[in-house]
């Protein structure tokens, strides 16, 4: 344990000698007045001087107004022990003490506090930075209110198994709460409205009592499967005084090894995808790692085996000729064998679903298809909220983390191997070559379709960006559809972060300023594809990017609608026999368009647009770019065709 044992001097001793001067000045005339009233007659020699009744009076009432230490000090040592880089917050005055002592006491510096205009950007800020820094940031939320906000934001971040360090403010103790708001924003069991959507969550009563949730908490959100985690930090604690002599032990974090999957089912996972004779792969949340993408292309290339990336995380190089996330349905429905690495929806691998009057379902996969399983998925559920999806009937299910097993699963894979068995790879690996390029080849010449249209189609928006930051180190931290992975070039473990794990709308544009603040101290260029409706929802992150100068280039995938949901609407009034015409209304951004270089203008983000004439878009894409190089935010407004 680290003793934290300081003597505090500085701001706090200066107020408390400038708040006892202030008593004295503020004194001075009461006295004054008691002794013009009557002169009083001179002490004898050797007599000690007796106090006035006025000025015992004056000095029993004045208060001690400050101190040198409080427990949010302490609170913060805890938070720097635990390397925690940023604390993205919206103020409260639930968290004032905690606040104050980030800003003054830990000098803002390790944590850094972001300024966020919401708290749903707050959390969202913290999904994207995790993905790509591989460990949490921080998130103070206010009271009731503050946390009502940030759920949604959480709950992706749970579906998505993606560690947020939240923070809580509350005033738990009802004879301390100041009259008006602070009972409506405070509450009895703080964090029960997002128990279900979190891996664990603490209220401590005292400072060592803190020291040790603070730690653990950490510690249960970044062990797989990892999950936002929620701390409440009662007010009283926070800004009670401390004794200058106070000593408190921080606890020493350690972090598991995450689980590796049973020696005996590994093995027999290998003996079945040796002898496959078309084995598939699937991943979705593996990557957590830039291991995960390593170890899954040595298991893919020893096997020559047929690898779809579902894109959860960036799990496999895009143009890889082993990669067939193109002909996903084809490969899977020509398989022997398929190996699932965290695969959140194992049942939709294998059937279809018919979205009609009546839903009806059925297997896609051919007669005596062998499955396996590797996820943290089995170890870790809840009941209320069922993000875990349909039962799917594996045959081999191995409750493990799957980036920690690869490893061994490689190695078994690789004793099995016979030199017939290897001519047979090397075949197969020469047909999913050719498939490979055959579907590239496809996806560029479908890419030239509309090229020329207004509005601007999202092939040729993707296509434009490519060209232009392709010979840099970019990644993409939000994207749209699916043009920027059949087009672009990804083969860098953090070019890709994946989606929003619950798909709550509000998500991309935090998350990317989020990922990019990750990246910036990388050097990286990171570029969002953004959805109107999507930064509708918090569209103040934007200056938070202009704030904190992280470095963004937004490129607005602009179909002013939310047409997902449009064409949710035109499916129900087409299924009626109504017709689709009036499925927009309810659904579309018109009358008035919103003007998005205007919002992000507004907020102090460099912005053109709106862009409806294809030859407009790369030169603005340049101008941009010139702007987010020298380390600024930028966002192209861009009108597109709905997909």
Not at 331 to 356: P, Y
Not at 383 to 398: K, P, V
Not at 481 to 493: E, N, Y
Not at 527 to 537: A, F
């Amino acid at each position: 344990m680290t003793t934290i044992d300081k003597t505090f001097v500085g701001r706090r001793s200066f107020l408390k000698r400038a708040a006892a001067a202030s008593a004295g000045v503020l004194s001075a005339p009461a006295i004054a007045g008691a002794q013009t009233a009557r002169t009083a007659a001179p002490a004898p020699a050797g007599a000690t001087p007796v106090m006035t009744a006025a000025a015992e009076a004056v000095v029993s009432d004045v208060e001690v107004l400050t101190a040198d230490r409080t427990g949010s000090d302490f609170m913060v040592d805890v938070i720097k022990s635990l390397a925690i880089d940023y604390i993205c917050a919206n103020p409260g005055s639930s968290f004032r003490g905690f606040h104050e002592s980030v800003i003054n006491y830990g000098g803002n510096k390790s944590p850094d506090l972001v300024t966020c205009c919401h708290e749903e950007s707050s959390v969202a800020m913290g999904h994207g930075y995790a993905k790509v820094e591989g460990k949490p940031l921080a998130v103070c939320a206010h009271g009731t209110v503050g946390l009502q906000h940030a759920s949604m934001a959480i709950y992706n971040a749970w579906c998505d198994r993606v560690p947020v360090y939240v923070i809580l403010g509350n005033q738990l103790d009802a004879t301390m709460r100041r009259p008006g708001a602070e009972w409506a924003h405070s509450v009895q069991d703080a964090a029960a409205m997002v128990r279900d959507y979190t891996k664990w969550d603490d209220t401590p009563l005292s400072l060592p009592h803190f020291a040790e949730s603070a730690v653990r908490a950490y510690k249960i959100a970044v062990t797989p499967p990892m999950a936002p985690v929620v701390l409440v930090l009662n007010a009283e604690l926070q800004e009670k005084p401390l004794a200058a002599d106070v000593k408190l032990a921080i606890p020493r974090l350690t972090v598991p090894a995450p689980p590796q999957g049973d020696s005996g089912a590994v093995a027999e996972a290998a003996r079945l995808l040796v002898a496959a004779e078309n084995p598939v792969i699937v991943a979705d949340l593996l990557a957590r790692t830039p291991a995960g993408i390593t170890h899954l292309v040595e298991l893919a290339e020893t096997l020559q085996a047929a690898v779809i990336d579902q894109g959860g995380r960036m799990n496999f190089p895009s143009r890889h000729p082993l990669n067939q996330s193109l002909s996903n349905r084809a490969v899977v429905a020509n398989a022997d064998v398929i190996l699932g690495l965290e695969v959140a929806d194992f049942w939709g691998v294998v059937n279809s679903l018919r979205d009609q009057l009546t839903r009806t379902s059925r297997p896609i996969t051919k007669a005596g298809v062998k499955t396996i399983s590797i996820t943290t998925g089995d170890l870790y559920i809840r009941s209320n909220y069922q993000d875990f999806q349909r039962y799917a009937e594996i045959d081999l299910a191995i409750a493990a983390d799957a980036e920690a097993t690869l490893p061994s699963l490689v190695e078994s894979v690789k004793r099995l191997i016979t030199d017939d068995r290897k001519r047979a790879f090397q075949s197969r690996g020469a047909k999913l070559a050719e498939a490979s390029q055959n579907a590239l080849d496809r996806s560029r010449l479908e890419a030239t379709y509309a090229w020329d249209a207004s509005p601007i189609s999202t092939a040729r928006l993707c296509a434009e960006l490519w060209g232009q930051i392709k010979n840099e180190d970019w990644a993409l931290v939000n994207g749209t559809g699916g043009w920027a992975r059949r087009l672009w070039a990804f083969d860098k473990p953090y070019q890709w972060i994946g989606g929003s794990g619950g798909a709550g709308i509000g998500y991309g544009a935090p998350a990317s300023v989020g990922a990019a603040l990750a990246h910036r101290r990388h050097g990286r260029l990171a570029v969002n594809i953004q959805t109107d409706g999507d930064l509708m929802y918090a569209p103040g992150v934007l200056w938070t990017a202009a704030h904190h100068r992280i470095p963004l280039l937004s490129v607005m995938h602009n179909n002013r609608a939310y047409h997902q949901e449009l064409m949710h609407v035109q499916k129900m009034a087409n299924r009626h026999s109504r017709g689709i015409d009036r499925g927009r209304l309810g659904s579309e951004l018109v009358d008035p368009p919103i003007d998005f270089a205007k919002v992000a203008q507004g907020l102090g983000v460099h912005a053109e647009g709106p862009i409806t004439d294809p030859k407009d878009l790369g030169p603005a894409i340049t101008r941009a770019l010139a702007v987010v190089k020298r380390g600024e935010p930028a966002l192209v407004d861009v009108v597109c065709q709905p997909r």
